[in-house]
């Protein structure tokens, strides 16, 4: 039976990438609809994204990559859709490799894929020397924690099932979930819950200029992706 599969796209100004990669994704003709989540973007996103053939779903205030995917998911369970995948609104992602992403849930009944530009086949243009430090470190030390074999902790390429959502151990409604734990939340939760997990080679290109390389504030940010391990761990989250 074919599957209702849905492409999530979080994007706060991404005015002059966002067009690209809905295009991509509609061009692969895998996914049956792309949603974007204006996170309160002051540009053209939203005016880009819907002529690109997206659907848009706008905040009117910037809240957060992890509330701007909340409000995906919670399109994608009301709508039914089988399959989820996420990817980047800033171009970095491949669109031709969504079928990387879908194949081991569709071929193998995976629950949970995450994409890996560490992996054999994966790939990592341009990537700067700092970026591949810190999300080499930070995969490492999730690997260590999770005692769970993953080469890439960081990639916000993935699928997944739609039913995980569903799962009441899984509470994404908490309001220290709105910026970057959100996803690093959820890939702890799955392993946490033996779902059936695996990685897929994937790239990830970087831009040549600085300009929009990334909304991150060092320090502040990195401590979003790294405190659900930590709390998660402790016991001082669920």
Request: glycine fraction near 8%; hydrophobic fraction near 40%.
């Amino acid at each position: 039976m074919k599957k209702n599969i849905i492409a999530i796209i979080p994007a706060y100004n991404e005015e002059g990438k966002i067009a690209k990669i809905v295009s991509g994704i509609i061009k692969e003709n895998i996914i049956s609809k792309v949603i974007v989540i204006d996170d309160g973007s002051t540009d053209n996103t939203k005016i880009e994204a819907e002529n690109a053939g997206a659907t848009v779903i706008s905040h009117a205030t910037n809240c957060g990559v992890g509330k701007a995917l909340r409000t995906g998911f919670e399109y994608a369970l009301k709508e039914n859709f089988d399959i989820i995948v996420v990817m980047g609104g800033d171009n970095q992602d491949n669109p031709s490799e969504i079928i990387r992403v879908i194949g081991p849930i569709l071929e193998d009944n995976f629950d949970f894929v995450q994409g890996s530009r560490y992996m054999a086949g994966g790939e990592r243009v341009n990537i700067p020397f700092f970026r591949w430090i810190t999300t080499g470190l930070y995969s490492f030390i999730f690997k260590l924690i999770m005692r769970f074999p993953i080469s890439d902790g960081t990639n916000g390429f993935r699928a997944f099932k739609t039913s995980i959502l569903k799962n009441q151990k899984i509470n994404l409604y908490q309001a220290w979930l709105d910026r970057y734990e959100l996803e690093p939340y959820l890939f702890y939760k799955v392993i946490e819950l033996n779902y059936k997990i695996t990685e897929a080679p994937v790239t990830k290109k970087y831009p040549l200029n600085k300009i929009g390389f990334s909304k991150m504030i060092p320090f502040f940010d990195w401590w979003s992706i790294f405190r659900p391990l930590i709390y998660l761990k402790l016991g001082l989250k669920k």
